[in-house]
Nanobody
Framework: QVQLVESGGGLVQPGGSLRLSCAAS????????MGWYRQAPGKQRELVAS???????NYADSVKGRFTISRDNAKNTVYLQMNSLKPEDTAVYYC?????????????WGQGTQVTVSS
C-alpha cells in the first residue's frame, strides 16, 4: 500500500497561513486522486480539497478562495496551502490517496497533522 506522511501543521493566529505537505511512498502520478480531509473534535471527517491525476482540483465551499491544493510529481508530494485561516479551520488534517492496484481500489491515509487556529 501507498504510505503517506503529513507535515506542516501547527498553531497559527487567525488570518495566518500554513502549508501542509504529504509525502507519498510511491510515484503519485500513478495515484488517481489525492486529497486532504479534516476532522474537528466531535465532527465527522470531511473533504477539504482533492486533486486528480490530470491536475483537476475540487474544494469544499468553506475553503474556496483560501486554500490551494497542488502536487509535485517529481517529489511525490502533495501540498495544501492554507491562507486566511479561521478558528473553524482547527482540526486534524489527513492526507488521502485513492488508487487502483491490479484493478483493485485502495484507500490510504496518513497519520494526520494538527492545525490549530487561535489567538
Amino acid at each position: 500500500q501507498v504510505q503517506l506522511v503529513e507535515s506542516g501543521g501547527g498553531l497559527v493566529q487567525p488570518g495566518g497561513s500554513l502549508r501542509l505537505s504529504c509525502a507519498a511512498s510511491e510515484r503519485i502520478f500513478s495515484i488517481n486522486v489525492m486529497g486532504w480531509y479534516r476532522q474537528a473534535p466531535g465532527k465527522q471527517r470531511e473533504l477539504v480539497a482533492s486533486i486528480n491525476e490530470g491536475g483537476a482540483t475540487n474544494y469544499a465551499d468553506s475553503v474556496k478562495g483560501r486554500f490551494t491544493i497542488s502536487r509535485d510529481n517529481a517529489k511525490n508530494t502533495v501540498y495544501l496551502q492554507m491562507n486566511s485561516l479561521k478558528p473553524e479551520d482547527t482540526a486534524v488534517y489527513y492526507c488521502n490517496a485513492y488508487y487502483y492496484s491490479d484493478y483493485v481500489p485502495f484507500n490510504s491515509w496518513g497519520q494526520g497533522t494538527q492545525v490549530t487556529v487561535s489567538s
